[in-house]
């Protein structure tokens, strides 16, 4: 089976559904559907969110399934949630396994509370 095709060939724009049909029963619903914010990705940006989503959501999985860089991912995960039109947070680096380490070791000597512990791990 064909892709869904969400991009008018000729000049770019999204397209919309006018017509739905039942393969079972035949029944047929005309008007103007959207088709959602995942009809507004290019197939390249389509395929990145099924191995995203195949991959728990975990960039690093996908680094060796794929064979790109993490900062590559994760600039690509930035397109596809800007194209799907949500705003893209604040960019923040990954802690470094020094960093996390550092954070647990504080945690472990009282320094730090398991909330404010887990604040700073879930930041990554």
């Known amino acids: 089976m064909?892709?869904?095709l969400t991009i008018c060939p000729v000049c770019g724009e999204r397209l919309t559904a006018t017509r739905l049909q039942c393969r079972a029963c035949d029944t047929a619903v005309e008007g103007h559907f959207e088709l959602g914010?995942?009809?507004?990705?290019?197939?390249?940006q389509t395929d990145f969110v099924e191995t995203f989503i195949r991959c728990e959501g975990k960039l690093s999985r996908m680094e060796a399934e794929v064979g790109l860089?993490?900062?590559?991912?994760r600039s690509r995960l930035m397109d596809v949630i800007q194209k799907m039109g949500f705003e893209v947070g604040p960019d923040s680096?990954?802690?470094?396994?020094?960093?996390?380490?550092?954070?647990?070791?504080?945690?472990?000597s009282g320094k730090l509370s398991s909330e404010e512990a887990m604040l700073m791990l879930e930041g990554e």
Request: cysteine-free; overall charge negative.
């Open 93 to 108: 680096e990954p802690l470094s396994d020094e960093e996390r380490h550092q954070i647990l070791d504080d945690l472990a």
């Open 2 to 4: 064909s892709r869904l």
């Open 37 to 44: 914010r995942l009809g507004r990705l290019s197939p390249e």
């Open 69 to 73: 860089s993490y900062p590559t991912l």
